[in-house]
C-alpha cells in the first residue's frame, strides 16, 4: 500500500506529565486523509483495491470513534481493518491508542511494537513506540526508538518525535541531551505544547524560575491547560514568591480540573 494511501495515526501530546512520575494520558490519534468515509469505488477495481478502501475507511471510523470515547465501536472497527490486511501498521496503531484508552498499556505496548516491525522506516510509527517504552519504564530502550524515528525515510513529525526523546532524556537524567533535544524540536515547531511544557520542568528543576516561568507562559498560551502544567506553573510562582499568581493557578485547578487537587499542590492550595 503506498503512503498516499494510508490514513496515518499519530499520537498527540507530551510523552511526560510535567514534574510527575506517572505516563502521560494517551490522546486520541490524529487522523490525516479520513474525512472520506463511504467506500467510493471505480468501474473495474479489483478485489485488491477494494480491500485498500475498506481498510482505509474502516480505520478512519474506528478512529472517530475513539476520539468520540465509543472504545467499544473502535475496537470492533479495528479489530474489522486488521482482519482486511493485519500487514499494515495503522491497524495495530489504532488498536494499541484503544488499549492505552482503557489502561491496558502492556497489551497497547504489543500493538505498538507489532506496528513498529511492520513499518520499521515510519518515523511516526516509530515514534509512538518509543514513547510507550518512556511511558512505561523502559527509558534506555526508548531513546533507541525515538533516534530511529528521527532518522527514518519518512521521518513524519520529527518535532513530536524530539520533544518524546526530550522527555525521556530529562526522565533519566540526562538533562543536557533533553534541553538539546527539546530546543530542536521548538525550533521546528515554536509552540509544541509537549516540548514547552518539558522545558519548564527542565528549567524548574534547575532553579532557573524566570525561564520556566516564561516556558509555562508560552504552554498555557499554545494549547488548552492540563492538570500537569497547572500544578507545575503553581511551583514557579510559589518559587518566585508570587502569591497572587499561584494563587490563580491554584484556582483554575480547583475548577477545571477538581479530581486532581486531592492534597497539596506545592504549598497549600486551598
Not at 486520541?28 to 477495481?45: H, Q
Not at 494499541?96 to 507489532?114: L, P, T, V, W
Amino acid at each position: 500500500m503506498r503512503r498516499s494511501e494510508r490514513i496515518l495515526l499519530i499520537l498527540l501530546g507530551a510523552l511526560l506529565l510535567a514534574g510527575c512520575a506517572r505516563p502521560a494520558t494517551v490522546k486520541s490519534p490524529k487522523i490525516r486523509g479520513a474525512e472520506r468515509i463511504a467506500p467510493v469505488y471505480k468501474l473495474g477495481d479489483g478485489a485488491d483495491t477494494k480491500r485498500r478502501v475498506q481498510f482505509r475507511d474502516t480505520v478512519g471510523l474506528a478512529a472517530q470513534r475513539l476520539a468520540a470515547g465509543d472504545l467499544a465501536e473502535a475496537e470492533r472497527l479495528a479489530r474489522r481493518a486488521l482482519s482486511l490486511d493485519a500487514s499494515v501498521a495503522d491497524g495495530h496503531t489504532l488498536m494499541g491508542a484503544i488499549e492505552s484508552a482503557r489502561g491496558n498499556h502492556q497489551a497497547a505496548g504489543g500493538y505498538y511494537r507489532k506496528a513498529a516491525e511492520l513499518a520499521p522506516n515510519d518515523g511516526d510509527v516509530l515514534n509512538n513506540y518509543g514513547a510507550w517504552l518512556c511511558a512505561n519504564g523502559f527509558a534506555a530502550e526508548s531513546l533507541v526508538w525515538l533516534d530511529r524515528a528521527m532518522a527514518a525515510p519518512t521521518a513524519g513529525s520529527r518535532a513530536s518525535a524530539l520533544a518524546n526523546a526530550g522527555a525521556c532524556a530529562l526522565r533519566s537524567g540526562q538533562s543536557e541531551r533533553a534541553e538539546q533535544d527539546l530546543r530542536k524540536a521548538l525550533e521546528l515547531e515554536p509552540s509544541h505544547p509537549g516540548a514547552l511544557e518539558q522545558m519548564a520542568t527542565l528549567a524548574y528543576g534547575q532553579g532557573r524560575l524566570m525561564q520556566a516561568r516564561a516556558f509555562a507562559e508560552r504552554r498555557l498560551a499554545a494549547a488548552p491547560a492540563d492538570a500537569s502544567v497547572l500544578q507545575l506553573a503553581v511551583r514557579i510562582e510559589q518559587g518566585l514568591g508570587d502569591r497572587v499568581a499561584a494563587s490563580r493557578y491554584q484556582q483554575r485547578l480547583r475548577e477545571e480540573f477538581p479530581q486532581a487537587v486531592t492534597g497539596k499542590t506545592g504549598e497549600d492550595p486551598q
